[in-house]
């Protein structure tokens, strides 16, 4: 039984260049979630697709912010010219509709 | 949007101490689930509750949702118990909204 993965666990990067992270969701699952979370908060939602569609994007995700899900299946989130208050935990999720969500273990970006 | 809070905010108990936390959220929801994220940051789903009473070992949710609020509630804690505890709302079967947390900590 394989949960959700995600690569890489954690990112140093200096101000301005750009990073990528990847999801794998539960395979059985169609939807897929990215969610942030900075020390001491509660997660915030950016976006969610359903199979490939991406169907809701937060506020919090500016014009820096690009998310993917090309066939379904992974998922990719990309963040352009990184700034430090990106610095935060990048939480994938899946799911099917209506049921339960189950969450990777994070991606932790730390912006110089 | 839906708000979501919790209490107490920190709570510190000794081992084999009882406790009950508490998630009322603003407004009705389809699906409540609480978490609990270990040190390492990973959430760990505890209950998946969007009304009713369940139960899993030590660990037992109750949601009233014509009221608006969800308990959980941790018996006989241990060590391992510690960490932050979060509940999490979701409306017409879409995103997660998180509440603000429980930070729990057992000493021996």
């Known amino acids: 039984d394989t949960g959700v993965s995600q690569d890489p666990r954690h990112k140093i990067t200096k101000r301005g260049q750009n990073v990528t992270f990847r999801c794998d969701p539960i395979s059985e699952h169609n939807r897929l979630y990215w969610y942030r979370q900075t020390l001491g908060q509660g997660p915030e939602f950016l976006t969610y697709f359903q199979n490939e569609a991406q169907l809701e994007k937060s506020r919090l995700l500016s014009d820096r912010f690009s998310a993917e899900r090309p066939k379904g299946s992974f998922s990719t989130l990309e963040i352009q010219r990184t700034e430090q208050g990106d610095s935060a935990m990048y939480l994938c999720a899946s799911n099917t509709q209506g049921y339960e969500q189950y969450f990777g273990p994070g991606t932790r970006l730390t912006v110089t | 949007g839906i708000q979501v809070e919790q209490s107490p905010p920190d709570l510190i108990l000794q081992e084999g101490a009882n406790s009950t936390l508490r998630c009322n959220f603003s407004?009705?929801?389809?699906?409540l689930q609480w978490f609990h994220q270990n040190p390492w940051g990973q959430l760990i789903n505890l209950f998946y509750?969007?009304?009713g009473t369940k139960q899993n070992g030590r660990l037992s949710a109750t949601t009233v949702a014509t009221e608006r609020y969800s308990l959980l509630y941790i018996s006989s804690s241990q060590t391992t118990d510690s960490g932050v505890y979060f509940c999490a709302v979701e409306q017409s079967f879409q995103k997660l909204v998180f509440g603000t947390g429980t930070r729990l900590l057992v000493s021996p």
């Open positions: 407004d009705s929801v389809n699906n």
């Open positions: 509750i969007p009304s």
